[in-house]
Every structure is written in structure tokens, then in C-alpha cells.
């Protein structure tokens, strides 16, 4: 790995990076970490974070990330469900973990120190290890969102060389990946799509702008002024940056931009083309999963061609649509998307191989998404399995009802979801958040929709947020919406 790392006005240049990674490698190795063994770093993007991920990956261990939002309960649980050998933190986020027991982990600071806890960069300086062989690599451990009980933590199976090199082309295939490339890094690492991005810049060398957060003025002053031609952006970045003044938006050049890769949750379709008149037909799109690797890949053509899809499989892709019975369902009609990625190694989950089982029928798996295949074989997603709401014995698609309202003037964001209803088992409500200045009713709202879609489709309640809940991804947390409608309830569906 020599990828060239800008972070804070300093570069670390190719020869700089190995020599820490293999320190690294070498300062784990001696705390005993081997193959098949967890790392747990819990670090803002930083060049040391991808160093560490380096490092792990040639001893044939795991990484795994922690969301540095995490508390002590949700930081502990992952230290123990994954069985990590060692936890690495940003010193200053312990300050938000005052009561945290890492357990049997063997625990270090990075970026500064703490009373009681070795520093990592003193002691890997100090070494000067020999060249060792890598492992087979394993590739990260995640850890699902948890939307609904505890996150289930990815395990992987080690990677042989030849399928090693088809991970490598899924994914350079997915960003755009190549050695010349000047990258932007500004969602966070420990998410599954930036990480591997970040991956994938460092195996090919090429160059890597890491900030510790987004900002949308600054990002478009950063593509000018050095250049960018890469970049991972998400679609709540896509629309904070069109919500710049038209000003700050014209005064930057981003000519030099080649391919925006955008995972983590679909695009509105207005959002989306409203990006490539701005940017130029770079903005990419891919459908994809941290067990299952990436699905399809949408280019800006196909984007404008057909609105609303996620683009066509991705080569070597057997992607069907199944009935619950398991049935191939024809095109057109929705059903549970199937898939199998020969690029992207087994997994099953930590302590939990019965997950796993119940998501393969004949070597095709699902993520519970529901969608279609239309006659050019380009992939619809309707919506999550989860999220369909079930009224009057009718099935739902929030998904759709979403894109409607999206484009429905003064409305910046929105999520639909079901809630308990006595008559007919669920209804729907729609959480809007509006465009500064915008004045919205409920009754508007629901006008618009009415002469969109089917009545049945229109939300009972319509409820109005200054900001919705969101990951770092751009998820909504549909699940903190619905919770105060299902408080007190035996059911949630």
C-alpha cells in the first residue's frame, strides 16, 4: 500500500505511509493479534486510521470500525460481541466514555493521551520491524445499524488471491478507482462505502484528501483549489451543497471532477439531476450491501434515462426477484431482490449463524430490499422489506410515496412509515422537514399527494421537523420516527 495522504495541510507521502503501516503491523503482531483476530478503532478520519486498517488487513485480522458517536453501552457491546484482541480510540473521545471497561481488549490512544492508557505512536515509532508475508486478507467487521434490536457484527472469510483480485476490480469498477486519482474523503471511515473507498485508494496508490467532517462550501473549495478528480459523496452532501447561495456555487471551478461515487441510501431522481447539470454527467450511483458488496452501478446517462433506478447488475452480478416462496417473479413486478456476488467473500454473523441462514435460498441472498427488474434489466427499488406497511391487508411502499413528496415545492426532506391504526391494522405518517423559508400545512401536503397517487397512499398524519434523524450516511432513522406511535403497543406492525 502506497497511497499519498492529505490531512490538516500535511502530506504523508508513500514511503512515509508503509513504513507506519508495517510499525503498526508489527506493534499489533506483538500484542498477539493474528489471523482471524478483531481490531477495534474508534477514530475520526485521519491518515493513522487508514494506517491501522493496513496494518490489520496484512496480518490477516479484522478491523472494526466503531462509530465514534457510540456510547459506553453501545461501545462495550461491540467490544465484547466481536471479541476484539485490541481497542484503539482517539483520546479525546474518551472524554464522552467516562465508565468504559473495554474488557479483555488490550487498549491504546492515538492523537493525544489519557492517565492509565498507553499512547500507540510513541510505541510504534520505537519499532523498526523486519518485512514479514501477508495474510490472506479478511477485509473489515461491521456492524449493522441496528435499526431494530442490537447490530449484528459482519465476520469475514479470508480472501484467496484470485478472488482478491476481483474484490479489488468490483470495487475500483464501483469508485472509479485508479492510481492517478486526486480523492476526496469526507463522510466518515467507519461506515462501510467510505471505508472501503478509502481501501481501495490506498492498494492503488493514488492520492487522498481526508477531512474530518463535510462541509459544503469547503468542498467545493477544496476540488478547485487542489484539483480533485474523485470523490464519495452521499445525497444529504448533494443537497446541502445545491442549497448554497447560487454565488458560492458559481464561484468555484469544478471542472476537473471524473466520478462521484454515492452509496448508503438512494438519490431523489430531482436531486440527482439537478447534480449532473451542475457537476457534469460524473455522479455514479451504486446499490450495495456491507454483507453482500456492491449490486449495480448507475452512471449519470442512465440516471437521466431512467429516473428513480439503481442501474443495471454489475458485471458478474446474478441479481433475481423472488416471490416469498421463493419463486422468479417476472419483470415488473416487485418482489425480495436476490443476489450473488462472486467478488465478495462469504460472511456470517457474529454469534449469530441463524441470521444468516434464513437471508440464502440456492446461493442468492437478500438484504430483505423489495424491487423490480424492468425490461432492460435496470433495478427498481420499491422499498425495504421493513418498511413496507401492511393497511387494510394492502401493501405499502413508503419508498414511493417519498419520491412524490419530495418533489412537491418547499419540501427539503421527508420519510413515510407506518403507524398503529385500530380499523385497518397500520397507517401511514409522513415526517417533513421544509426548506428554510417554506410555509407548509399538513392539509397541503396530503393535497399534494392526493392529486399524485392513490388514495390509499396518502398519509393519515403529517408531522413537521426543523431536521430529520439521520446517520452519517444519510439513513433516515425511520425507527426513532415511528417509535413514539408504537409506544405502549404489544406489536409493532
Known amino acids: 500500500m502506497r497511497p499519498t495522504l492529505v490531512f490538516q495541510g500535511h502530506t504523508t507521502g508513500p514511503d512515509t505511509f508503509e513504513r507506519c503501516w508495517r ?27 487508514i494506517e491501522l486498517m493496513a496494518a490489520a488487513r496484512h496480518l490477516g485480522a479484522q478491523w472494526c470500525p466503531v462509530n465514534w458517536h457510540f456510547k459506553t453501552d453501545e461501545v462495550q457491546y461491540i467490544l465484547a460481541n466481536s471479541g476484539a484482541k485490541v481497542f484503539i480510540v482517539d483520546a479525546d473521545l474518551l472524554d464522552g466514555l467516562p465508565s468504559i471497561d473495554p474488557g479483555s481488549s488490550r487498549t491504546w490512544t492515538v492523537r493525544g493521551t489519557r492517565p492509565g492508557l498507553p499512547a500507540w505512536e510513541p510505541e510504534r515509532d520505537a519499532l523498526q520491524p523486519t518485512p514479514s508475508a501477508p495474510a490472506p486478507p479478511r477485509g473489515a467487521m461491521f456492524y ?30 464501483a469508485y472509479g478507482i485508479e492510481p492517478t ?41 477544496l476540488i ?32 476537473s471532477m471524473r466520478f462521484v461515487s454515492s452509496t ?10 439537478a447534480m449532473i447539470e451542475w457537476w457534469g454527467p460524473v455522479i455514479h450511483e451504486c446499490y450495495g450491501a456491507s454483507e453482500l458488496g456492491y449490486m449495480t452501478l448507475l452512471t449519470s446517462e442512465q440516471a437521466l434515462r ?25 419483470r415488473g413486478t416487485p418482489g425480495l431482490i436476490y443476489i450473488h456476488q462472486p467478488a465478495t467473500p462469504d ?44 393497511s387494510g391487508g394492502v401493501n405499502i411502499y413508503p419508498v414511493e410515496i417519498e419520491t412524490v413528496l419530495h418533489g412537491m415545492p418547499g419540501v427539503a426532506d421527508c420519510a413515510v412509515f407506518g403507524i398503529p391504526d385500530d380499523e385497518f391494522g397500520e397507517a401511514l405518517a409522513a415526517a417533513v422537514q421544509a426548506l428554510p423559508g417554506a410555509t407548509l400545512t399538513a ?9 399524485r397517487i392513490a388514495g390509499y397512499k396518502v398519509p393519515k398524519v403529517v408531522a413537521f421537523h426543523a431536521q430529520l434523524p439521520r446517520e452519517d450516511t444519510g439513513k433516515i432513522f425511520k425507527r426513532k420516527l415511528r417509535e413514539p406511535y408504537w409506544a405502549g403497543r404489544t406489536r409493532r406492525v
Open 306 to 330: 431512467k429516473p428513480g433506478s439503481a442501474g443495471p447488475p454489475m458485471p458478474g452480478v446474478v441479481m433475481k426477484i423472488l416471490d416469498e416462496s421463493g419463486h422468479e417473479l417476472p
Open 264 to 273: 448508503g441510501s438512494p438519490c431523489p431522481p430531482e436531486v440527482k439531476r
Open 224 to 255: 478547485e483549489r487542489h484539483r480533485l478528480t474523485h470523490a464519495y459523496l452521499v445525497p444529504t452532501m448533494y443537497v446541502r451543497m445545491l442549497a448554497l447561495p447560487a454565488a458560492t456555487r458559481a464561484a468555484c471551478d469544478l471542472s
Open 443 to 451: 392539509e397541503a401536503v396530503r393535497t399534494w399527494l392526493h392529486e
Open 23 to 49: 510499525r503498526s503491523a508489527a506493534l499489533l503482531a506483538g500484542a498477539g493479534v493474528g489471523d482471524g483476530d478483531v481490531v477495534a478503532l474508534m477514530m475520526r478520519n485521519s491518515p493513522l486510521a
Open 347 to 390: 460472511f456470517s454473523y457474529v454469534g449469530n449463524p441463524q441470521a444468516r441462514q434464513r437471508m440464502e435460498i440456492d446461493g442468492l441472498k437478500t438484504m430483505g430490499d423489495i424491487g423490480y427488474l424492468d425490461d432492460e434489466g435496470f433495478l427498481f427499488i420499491v422499498d425495504r422489506q421493513a418498511d413496507m406497511v401492511i
Open 181 to 221: 486519482m486526486r480523492a476526496l474523503l469526507n463522510a466518515p471511515w467507519y461506515h462501510s462505502a467510505p471505508n472501503s473507498y478509502a481501501l481501495g485508494i490506498a492498494l492503488e496508490g493514488g492520492t487522498l484528501y481526508i477531512e474530518e467532517r463535510f462541509d459544503a462550501e469547503r468542498t467545493l473549495q
Open 144 to 173: 449493522t445499524s441496528g435499526t431494530t434490536g442490537r447490530p449484528k457484527g459482519i465476520v469475514r472469510s479470508p480472501l484467496p488471491a484470485a478472488q482478491a483480485q476481483a474484490a479489488a476490480a468490483m470495487r475500483n469498477h
